[in-house]
C-alpha cells in the first residue's frame, strides 16, 4: 500500500507540468491585476453615501432588481434555446443548406447591442416605416409601442445567441460520434442520446456561453437606454451622471459584482468534479439525415434567425447609410476604421494569450485555487465606463505616486506614462474580456483527456514541447474562437474606449457614439456597417481557418 | 505551424505598438469635450489656422470626462473642458476642477445669468428647450406654459423624453426654483399621468411619435427640431415657445441651458486656454458656433441662423443657469417620486 503509494507521488512528481509555483505566481498575478479595479470600487463603501441610497431604496431598487432578473432570465432561455438548437441542428442533422448555416449563423456576433437596438426601435416603432406603411393600408388610429420588455430580451437575445452557439458547436464538434452511438446501442432514441447525453457533456461550453451572454446583458447600460428599459445598471448611471456621486455608481456596481461572483461559484459547484473529458476522435462525423419535411422546418428555422438577427439590420443600415451620403467618408474615417482593427487585434493577441496562462493555472490546481483564479473573470461584469474609472484611477494612481517622483529622481522630464497611452486602453480591454477569452479555452482545455499529455511526457517531450506540440494543436479550435470573440467584441467596445483611448485614437465605436449622443441615428449607420462589416473579417478568417484542418 | 507563428507575431507587434507616441511642436491647447466632434472640430480648425494654435481634444460624455480630470488632479494634461449642459459645469466648479477666470471681453459678450458668478465657467451656446406640438391636430392657442402641460385637456397626449437626459433635469431644476418644490411635483405628477406612452430615450423619437400620431404634444431643444424640419420641411410638428404671457412665475421664459467651457485648475496656460474662450464668444464664431447645430448664440450682437429666425424671438427664462446645477439633485429624487422615468 505505501509503496504503491509513494511510487504514486514519485509519478505525479515526474509528470507535473512546468514548475507549478511559476504558473500559479504567474496566475495569481493576473488575478490581482484583475482585481484591482475592483477593490478600487469596493473601497468607495469607505464613505457611504447614505442620501442616496435611501431615495434609490424607496423608489427605484425593487423595480430595477426586478426588471434585471427578469432580464436576465428572459435573455438566459432564449440565448439557450437558439444557440443550443441551432449548433446541434447544424453539426449533427443533415439539412439542405446547412453548411452555409454553420457559418453564417455565427454573423451576428459582429453586431453591437446598442446598434440592433436602435435599428429594431427605427424599423419597428410605432413612428418608424413598417407601421406608418400599415396604417396607411389599413387606415389610423392603431399601433403599438414596440418598446417593452419582450422586445429588449429579444434584441439581446439575438446578438448574444452566437456565443452560445459558437461554444456549442465547438463542443458538439469534438464529440465522439462514438459516445453517441455506443448510447444508441444501449437503446437510446436520438432525442434521449442529445438530451442524456450530447448535452451533459456539453454542459461547460452551453454553460460558459450563456454565461458570457448574462454578464453582458447585466453591464449593458446602452441597449437598455435605447429602449428605457431601467435595469440595475441604470441606478449605476443615476447616482454617477445625476447625483454626480461616484462613490454610490461604485458601491452598487461591487454589489453587481458580488452577484456575478456568487453566480459563478454556485455553477462551478454544482458541477460537481465530474470530468467531461473526451476520447480522441476516430472517424468522420456521421450526420444524421432528416426526414424532407423536418430538414425544410429546420433550414427556415435557421434562415428566421439569421433574417432577425443579421439580414434585417444590415440592409436597415445599408439603407440609412446610403440615404446620409458618403461625405463621412474621409480619410479621417479610414483612420477610425485602422484604428478599430489595430486595437483589436492588439487586444485580441494579449487577451488571448494571458487567458491561455490562466487556463493552464485552473487545469493543473482544482479546489480552492480553482476559484481564485476564477475571480480573474470579474471585470465582465461590469459596466464598461464603471470598470474604465476603476481602471483609471488605479493607473492615474500609479502615475502620480511612483512613475512621476520615479522620473523626477531619474532626471527626467517627468510626464504620466500610464494615463493616456494605449497601454491603459488595451490594460482595460484585456481586464474586460478576459472572460471572453477564458470561456472557449477552458472548455477546450477540458476536453483534454489527461492521459494525452501525460504519455506525450512519457516519451520525453518538455515542458515547451508539451505546449507547442500537444496542447495547442487540441486547443485551436478554442484558440481561435476566443481570438474572434475578443476582436469582435473589443471593436464594439464603446465606454472604456472613450474614456481611456489618447488622443488621436478615435475608432468607429467612438463615432458611433458622436452621432449617436446628439440623437442622429442615421448618421451612426455607415460607422456601424463598417464595424459590422469590419468584424466580419475575423469571423471569416477563424470559420476559413478550423475547415483548413 | 503558421497558426501559431501568427499568434507569437501578433503578440510582438502589439508590444511595439506601445511604444508609440507623438510630440506636439508649437503652442497647443488640450480639450476635454462632451460636445461632440463634429460640433467642435470646423471651430477649433479655424482658431488654429488663425492663430496658429494647435488645438489636441478627447470627447466622452461628461461624467467619464470629470472623473477623468479629478483622477488625474495637478498632471492632467487638460486646459479647457467643455459640456453641452450646466449641470456639470457647475459640478465641475464645485469639486474645484475649474480656475476662477476675470475677463473683461466675456463680461461684454455673455449675459451674466449664463456665467458662473466666480468667473470658473462661461456660456457659449443657448440650447432652448420648449414645447412642440402637432400642426394637424394641436391649436397652438391651447399652449401656454410647461406647468399647462399638467392639465387634464391634455390627458393622454403628451410625450416626454426621459427623465435620466440632463436637459429635463437641468428644466425640472429651474421650475423648482421659479414655482417652488411643492408646485413642481404637482405638475411633474400631472405630467405623468398625462403621458400618451412611456417616456422616450431622445428628443428626436418624441418629435416622430408627435409626427405619427402616437401623442399631441412634447418638450424638446429646439435644434432637433430644426434638424428635423430641415430634412423634411412638411413635417408636421411646430415649435411654441413656452412662458411667453401670463401671470408670473408663468411668463418667465423658455427654460434655456447652455453649452459651456472653463479653463481647468491644473492647466499650465491659463491665459492661453482662457484667449481661446474669449475667441469664441466674439460674434464671428459665436456665429460659427452656434449656427453648426442650429443652437442660439450667448453674444446677443450675433443673430441666429435664418431657420431660428423664422421661429420668431423669444423671451428667455432669466434665472442663472447656474440654479439648475444647485437643484439638479432635488430635481431628479422628485421626477423618481412622482415615477417619471
Given at each position: 500500500m505505501q509503496l504503491a503509494q509513494r511510487a504514486r507521488v514519485a509519478n505525479q512528481r515526474r509528470l507535473r507540468p512546468t514548475p507549478l509555483w511559476l504558473l500559479r505566481a504567474a496566475g495569481v498575478a493576473l488575478v490581482c491585476a484583475v482585481l484591482v479595479p475592483v477593490v478600487v470600487l469596493a473601497s468607495s463603501w469607505l464613505s457611504p453615501e447614505v442620501e442616496i441610497w435611501q431615495h434609490l431604496v424607496e423608489t427605484q431598487l425593487p423595480r430595477l432588481v426586478a426588471n434585471t432578473l427578469f432580464l436576465m432570465l428572459g435573455v438566459g432561455v432564449l440565448v439557450s434555446v437558439?444557440?443550443?438548437?441551432?449548433?446541434?441542428?447544424?453539426?449533427?442533422?443533415?439539412?439542405?443548406?446547412?453548411?452555409?448555416?454553420?457559418?453564417?449563423?455565427?454573423?451576428?456576433?459582429?453586431?453591437?447591442?446598442?446598434?440592433?437596438?436602435?435599428?429594431?426601435?427605427?424599423?419597428?416603432?410605432?413612428?418608424?416605416?413598417?407601421?406608418?406603411?400599415?396604417?396607411?393600408?389599413?387606415?389610423?388610429?392603431?399601433?403599438?409601442?414596440?418598446?417593452?420588455?419582450?422586445?429588449?430580451?429579444?434584441?439581446?437575445?439575438?446578438?448574444?445567441?452566437?456565443?452560445?452557439?459558437?461554444?456549442?458547436?465547438?463542443?458538439?464538434?469534438?464529440?465522439?460520434?462514438?459516445?453517441?452511438?455506443?448510447?444508441?446501442?444501449?437503446?437510446?432514441?436520438?432525442?434521449?442520446?442529445?438530451?442524456?447525453?450530447?448535452?451533459?457533456?456539453?454542459?461547460?461550453?452551453?454553460?460558459?456561453?450563456?454565461?458570457?451572454?448574462?454578464?453582458?446583458?447585466?453591464?449593458?447600460?446602452?441597449?437598455?437606454?435605447?429602449?428605457?428599459?431601467?435595469?440595475?445598471?441604470?441606478?449605476?448611471?443615476?447616482?454617477?451622471?445625476?447625483?454626480?456621486?461616484?462613490?454610490?455608481?461604485?458601491?452598487?456596481?461591487?454589489?453587481?459584482?458580488?452577484?456575478?461572483?456568487?453566480?459563478?461559484?454556485?455553477?462551478?459547484?454544482?458541477?460537481?468534479?465530474?470530468?467531461?473529458?473526451?476520447?480522441?476522435?476516430?472517424?468522420?462525423?456521421?450526420?444524421?439525415?432528416?426526414?424532407?419535411?423536418?430538414?425544410?422546418?429546420?433550414?427556415?428555422?435557421?434562415?428566421?434567425?439569421?433574417?432577425?438577427?443579421?439580414?434585417?439590420?444590415?440592409?436597415?443600415?445599408?439603407?440609412?447609410?446610403?440615404?446620409?451620403?458618403?461625405?463621412?467618408?474621409?480619410?479621417?474615417?479610414?483612420?477610425?476604421?485602422?484604428?478599430?482593427?489595430?486595437?483589436?487585434?492588439?487586444?485580441?493577441?494579449?487577451?488571448?494569450?494571458?487567458?491561455?496562462?490562466?487556463?493552464?493555472?485552473?487545469?493543473?490546481?482544482?479546489?480552492?485555487?480553482?476559484?481564485?483564479?476564477?475571480?480573474?473573470?470579474?471585470?465582465?461584469?461590469?459596466?464598461?465606463?464603471?470598470?474604465?474609472?476603476?481602471?483609471?484611477?488605479?493607473?492615474?494612481?500609479?502615475?502620480?505616486?511612483?512613475?512621476?517622483?520615479?522620473?523626477?529622481?531619474?532626471?527626467?522630464?517627468?510626464?504620466?506614462?500610464?494615463?493616456?497611452?494605449?497601454?491603459?486602453?488595451?490594460?482595460?480591454?484585456?481586464?474586460?474580456?478576459?472572460?471572453?477569452?477564458?470561456?472557449?479555452?477552458?472548455?477546450?482545455?477540458?476536453?483534454?483527456?489527461?492521459?494525452?499529455?501525460?504519455?506525450?511526457?512519457?516519451?520525453?517531450?518538455?515542458?515547451?514541447?508539451?505546449?507547442?506540440?500537444?496542447?495547442?494543436?487540441?486547443?485551436?479550435?478554442?484558440?481561435?474562437?476566443?481570438?474572434?470573440?475578443?476582436?469582435?467584441?473589443?471593436?464594439?467596445?464603446?465606454?472604456?474606449?472613450?474614456?481611456?483611448?489618447?488622443?488621436?485614437?478615435?475608432?468607429?465605436?467612438?463615432?458611433?457614439?458622436?452621432?449617436?449622443?446628439?440623437?442622429?441615428?442615421?448618421?451612426?449607420?455607415?460607422?456601424?456597417?463598417?464595424?459590422?462589416?469590419?468584424?466580419?473579417?475575423?469571423?471569416?478568417?477563424?470559420?476559413?481557418?478550423?475547415?483548413?484542418? | 505551424m503558421i497558426f501559431r507563428s501568427a499568434l507569437v507575431f501578433s503578440l510582438l507587434l502589439s508590444l511595439v505598438a506601445c511604444g508609440r507616441s507623438e510630440e506636439p511642436s508649437g503652442p497647443e491647447l488640450v480639450v476635454y469635450s462632451s460636445r461632440i466632434e463634429q460640433l467642435i472640430k470646423p471651430i477649433f480648425d479655424q482658431y488654429t489656422a488663425e492663430t496658429g494654435v494647435n488645438i489636441r481634444y478627447v470627447t466622452d460624455s461628461a461624467g467619464p470626462l470629470l472623473a477623468r480630470l479629478r483622477a488625474e488632479g495637478e498632471n492632467t494634461p487638460a486646459d479647457i473642458l467643455v459640456t453641452v449642459d450646466v449641470g456639470n459645469l457647475w459640478q465641475a466648479a464645485q469639486q474645484g476642477l475649474l480656475a476662477p477666470q476675470t475677463s473683461s471681453v466675456l463680461k461684454n459678450n455673455v449675459p451674466e445669468s449664463l456665467r458662473d458668478p466666480e468667473g470658473r465657467w462661461t456660456g457659449l451656446s443657448i440650447r432652448a428647450r420648449t414645447i412642440v406640438y402637432s400642426s394637424e391636430r394641436v391649436q397652438p392657442e391651447t399652449l401656454s406654459s410647461y406647468e399647462a402641460l399638467a392639465e387634464p385637456q391634455w390627458a393622454g397626449r403628451l410625450c416626454l423624453r426621459t427623465a435620466k437626459k440632463v436637459y429635463n433635469q437641468s428644466l425640472v431644476a429651474t421650475m423648482i426654483s421659479a414655482d417652488g418644490a411643492e408646485n413642481t411635483e404637482r405638475v411633474l405628477a400631472g405630467w405623468v399621468d398625462n403621458l400618451a406612452v412611456p417616456p422616450f430615450s431622445s428628443d428626436n423619437k418624441v418629435i416622430e411619435a408627435i409626427a405619427a400620431g402616437q401623442c399631441d404634444v412634447g418638450i424638446v431643444n429646439t435644434y432637433y427640431l430644426a434638424r428635423m424640419k430641415a430634412d423634411d420641411p412638411s413635417l408636421p410638428v411646430d415649435l411654441f415657445w413656452a412662458n411667453q404671457t401670463g401671470e408670473a412665475p408663468f411668463n418667465r421664459g423658455v427654460h434655456v441651458n447652455i453649452s459651456g467651457a472653463g479653463v481647468t485648475a491644473a492647466s499650465k496656460q491659463k491665459a492661453l486656454a482662457m484667449s481661446l474662450l474669449e475667441w469664441l464668444s466674439e460674434a464671428e464664431a459665436q456665429h460659427a458656433f452656434a449656427e453648426l447645430n442650429q443652437e442660439f448664440p450667448v453674444n446677443r450682437n450675433t443673430p441666429p441662423s435664418s431657420l431660428l429666425q423664422h421661429w420668431g424671438d423669444f423671451k428667455a427664462d432669466q434665472v442663472p443657469v447656474v440654479e439648475a446645477g444647485r437643484l439638479q439633485a432635488e430635481a431628479i429624487r422628485m421626477m423618481d417620486r412622482v415615477g417619471y422615468r
Amino acid at each position: 500500500m505505501q509503496l504503491a503509494q509513494r511510487a504514486r507521488v514519485a509519478n505525479q512528481r515526474r509528470l507535473r507540468p512546468t514548475p507549478l509555483w511559476l504558473l500559479r505566481a504567474a496566475g495569481v498575478a493576473l488575478v490581482c491585476a484583475v482585481l484591482v479595479p475592483v477593490v478600487v470600487l469596493a473601497s468607495s463603501w469607505l464613505s457611504p453615501e447614505v442620501e442616496i441610497w435611501q431615495h434609490l431604496v424607496e423608489t427605484q431598487l425593487p423595480r430595477l432588481v426586478a426588471n434585471t432578473l427578469f432580464l436576465m432570465l428572459g435573455v438566459g432561455v432564449l440565448v439557450s434555446v437558439i444557440g443550443v438548437s441551432l449548433a446541434w441542428f447544424t453539426v449533427m442533422c443533415q439539412f439542405p443548406g446547412r453548411a452555409a448555416f454553420e457559418w453564417l449563423l455565427m454573423l451576428p456576433l459582429a453586431v453591437p447591442a446598442y446598434v440592433m437596438a436602435f435599428v429594431v426601435l427605427g424599423v419597428f416603432d410605432f413612428g418608424g416605416p413598417l407601421q406608418t406603411q400599415l396604417r396607411e393600408l389599413l387606415g389610423a388610429g392603431w399601433g403599438i409601442d414596440v418598446r417593452n420588455r419582450a422586445s429588449v430580451i429579444v434584441v439581446f437575445s439575438l446578438v448574444l445567441y452566437p456565443y452560445v452557439y459558437m461554444l456549442a458547436r465547438s463542443a458538439f464538434l469534438s464529440q465522439s460520434s462514438e459516445t453517441l452511438e455506443v448510447a444508441r446501442v444501449l437503446g437510446c432514441t436520438s432525442r434521449q442520446a442529445f438530451f442524456r447525453v450530447a448535452l451533459p457533456m456539453a454542459r461547460p461550453a452551453i454553460a460558459a456561453g450563456v454565461g458570457l451572454a448574462l454578464m453582458e446583458t447585466l453591464a449593458d447600460f446602452g441597449t437598455v437606454a435605447v429602449f428605457n428599459y431601467d435595469t440595475f445598471t441604470t441606478a449605476i448611471y443615476k447616482s454617477w451622471f445625476g447625483f454626480f456621486s461616484l462613490q454610490a455608481a461604485a458601491q452598487l456596481a461591487s454589489l453587481l459584482l458580488l452577484f456575478v461572483g456568487v453566480t459563478l461559484f454556485a455553477e462551478r459547484r454544482s458541477r460537481g468534479h465530474g470530468l467531461f473529458v473526451q476520447g480522441a476522435k476516430l472517424q468522420h462525423l456521421r450526420r444524421f439525415p432528416l426526414p424532407p419535411v423536418l430538414a425544410g422546418l429546420v433550414s427556415a428555422y435557421c434562415a428566421l434567425i439569421l433574417a432577425f438577427a443579421f439580414v434585417l439590420p444590415m440592409l436597415q443600415l445599408l439603407d440609412w447609410a446610403v440615404g446620409e451620403g458618403v461625405s463621412q467618408l474621409t480619410s479621417r474615417f479610414f483612420a477610425l476604421l485602422g484604428h478599430s482593427l489595430w486595437l483589436a487585434a492588439m487586444a485580441a493577441a494579449l487577451t488571448v494569450t494571458l487567458a491561455l496562462l490562466l487556463a493552464f493555472c485552473r487545469r493543473f490546481s482544482r479546489g480552492r485555487w480553482g476559484s481564485i483564479f476564477a475571480a480573474a473573470q470579474l471585470g465582465y461584469a461590469l459596466p464598461g465606463s464603471v470598470l474604465a474609472v476603476g481602471i483609471m484611477l488605479s493607473f492615474s494612481w500609479l502615475d502620480r505616486q511612483w512613475l512621476l517622483p520615479l522620473q523626477a529622481w531619474l532626471g527626467l522630464d517627468p510626464k504620466p506614462l500610464l494615463m493616456g497611452t494605449v497601454l491603459t486602453l488595451l490594460a482595460a480591454y484585456w481586464i474586460r474580456f478576459l472572460a471572453v477569452a477564458s470561456g472557449p479555452l477552458d472548455s477546450a482545455l477540458e476536453r483534454v483527456k489527461p492521459s494525452l499529455p501525460e504519455v506525450a511526457r512519457t516519451l520525453g517531450a518538455g515542458n515547451w514541447r508539451l505546449l507547442w506540440e500537444v496542447y495547442l494543436p487540441m486547443l485551436r479550435p478554442g484558440v481561435l474562437t476566443a481570438l474572434v470573440l475578443v476582436f469582435v467584441d473589443v471593436m464594439k467596445e464603446m465606454p472604456a474606449t472613450l474614456l481611456l483611448r489618447p488622443f488621436g485614437w478615435d475608432t468607429l465605436a467612438v463615432r458611433i457614439f458622436e452621432m449617436t449622443a446628439e440623437g442622429q441615428w442615421q448618421l451612426a449607420a455607415l460607422p456601424a456597417l463598417t464595424l459590422v462589416l469590419a468584424g466580419l473579417i475575423p469571423v471569416m478568417l477563424s470559420i476559413r481557418a478550423s475547415r483548413g484542418r | 505551424m503558421i497558426f501559431r507563428s501568427a499568434l507569437v507575431f501578433s503578440l510582438l507587434l502589439s508590444l511595439v505598438a506601445c511604444g508609440r507616441s507623438e510630440e506636439p511642436s508649437g503652442p497647443e491647447l488640450v480639450v476635454y469635450s462632451s460636445r461632440i466632434e463634429q460640433l467642435i472640430k470646423p471651430i477649433f480648425d479655424q482658431y488654429t489656422a488663425e492663430t496658429g494654435v494647435n488645438i489636441r481634444y478627447v470627447t466622452d460624455s461628461a461624467g467619464p470626462l470629470l472623473a477623468r480630470l479629478r483622477a488625474e488632479g495637478e498632471n492632467t494634461p487638460a486646459d479647457i473642458l467643455v459640456t453641452v449642459d450646466v449641470g456639470n459645469l457647475w459640478q465641475a466648479a464645485q469639486q474645484g476642477l475649474l480656475a476662477p477666470q476675470t475677463s473683461s471681453v466675456l463680461k461684454n459678450n455673455v449675459p451674466e445669468s449664463l456665467r458662473d458668478p466666480e468667473g470658473r465657467w462661461t456660456g457659449l451656446s443657448i440650447r432652448a428647450r420648449t414645447i412642440v406640438y402637432s400642426s394637424e391636430r394641436v391649436q397652438p392657442e391651447t399652449l401656454s406654459s410647461y406647468e399647462a402641460l399638467a392639465e387634464p385637456q391634455w390627458a393622454g397626449r403628451l410625450c416626454l423624453r426621459t427623465a435620466k437626459k440632463v436637459y429635463n433635469q437641468s428644466l425640472v431644476a429651474t421650475m423648482i426654483s421659479a414655482d417652488g418644490a411643492e408646485n413642481t411635483e404637482r405638475v411633474l405628477a400631472g405630467w405623468v399621468d398625462n403621458l400618451a406612452v412611456p417616456p422616450f430615450s431622445s428628443d428626436n423619437k418624441v418629435i416622430e411619435a408627435i409626427a405619427a400620431g402616437q401623442c399631441d404634444v412634447g418638450i424638446v431643444n429646439t435644434y432637433y427640431l430644426a434638424r428635423m424640419k430641415a430634412d423634411d420641411p412638411s413635417l408636421p410638428v411646430d415649435l411654441f415657445w413656452a412662458n411667453q404671457t401670463g401671470e408670473a412665475p408663468f411668463n418667465r421664459g423658455v427654460h434655456v441651458n447652455i453649452s459651456g467651457a472653463g479653463v481647468t485648475a491644473a492647466s499650465k496656460q491659463k491665459a492661453l486656454a482662457m484667449s481661446l474662450l474669449e475667441w469664441l464668444s466674439e460674434a464671428e464664431a459665436q456665429h460659427a458656433f452656434a449656427e453648426l447645430n442650429q443652437e442660439f448664440p450667448v453674444n446677443r450682437n450675433t443673430p441666429p441662423s435664418s431657420l431660428l429666425q423664422h421661429w420668431g424671438d423669444f423671451k428667455a427664462d432669466q434665472v442663472p443657469v447656474v440654479e439648475a446645477g444647485r437643484l439638479q439633485a432635488e430635481a431628479i429624487r422628485m421626477m423618481d417620486r412622482v415615477g417619471y422615468r
